[in-house]
């Protein structure tokens, strides 16, 4: 990809850049959203859930969903525990 090319979005920027992430988890008993530690290209470790129905985000988070989807080692969903 050509990084000086002004004819890429940010959007596709952002995408291409964020390719390193880890410790993914289901955050919801769907499977829906992915709670995990991504390499932010300009803000380095962030936490992220990534939503794939997510139209906000500065990249393609169904793209980064299906890829770490696709990975799998993801840790399953636990309910918060609800005891007082």
């Known amino acids: 990809m050509d990084w000086n090319n002004t004819e ?16 993914p988890v289901f955050a919801n008993a769907q499977g829906s959203l992915i709670d995990i530690t991504m390499n932010h290209p300009i803000f380095g470790a962030i936490p992220f859930t990534l939503d794939k129905n997510d139209l906000h985000a500065e990249f393609d988070t ?23």
Do not use: C, H, M
Request: no cysteine; glycine share 2%.
């Open 8 to 23: 890429i979005s940010a959007t596709e920027r952002y995408a291409a850049a964020i390719v390193e992430w880890k410790s």
């Open 62 to 84: 169904a793209q980064l969903f299906d890829a770490i989807t696709a990975a799998g080692n993801i840790a399953p969903y636990v309910a918060p525990d609800e005891t007082p």
